[in-house]
């Protein structure tokens, strides 16, 4: 978990979920195995569950398929988090139809993935993926969601291992209808 990632958390939390009062609130993390960090400590006071394709530190729900999260119920979960996974996940977009099914009407989701950087992988080896805001805002809305932001955070973090990602950032809302 780079520093950069970790203050886009933040952001988030500070700017959606406390303005919407969500203390308390059901939060899954996907990807959340702790390599090195994770947005856990953000999260105290959330009935924070991670959600990862194997075991490990941090992770809570184990799927055996990363595009079907059956153990997760549909209209389960008040805010999806998901952050540096979708850049090693071969069809990114179809887990966003997962993040449709289990979020709550009015439920937020908030994606960061870096739009630069060198190539790196998990133990799959895979490192498939850079990301823009039009394409996080293309994935959002072919699940039906409502984008609230989308951004880059271009500016020069603190050192040259956090300031290669330039991360992108995608908040979007399920709409009240209640759709999937």
Known sequence: MHASSYKNM??????YL????????SVLDIGSQDFNGSYKPLFEGYDYKGLDIC???NVDIVVS???HWASVGSSSIDVVVSGQAFEHIEFFWLIMREVTRVLKANGLCCIVVPSAGPRHSTSDG??????LPDGLEAMAHWASLEVLESYIGWEVISNAEDDQWKDAVLICQ???SGIL
């Open 10 to 15: 933040k952001r988030f939390i500070d700017k």
């Open 18 to 25: 406390h303005a919407a009062k969500l203390a308390n609130a």
């Open 55 to 57: 075991q490990g530190s």
């Open 65 to 67: 398929d990363i595009y």
């Open 126 to 131: 895979k490192d498939c993926w850079r990301f």
């Open 174 to 176: 399920k709409p009240k």
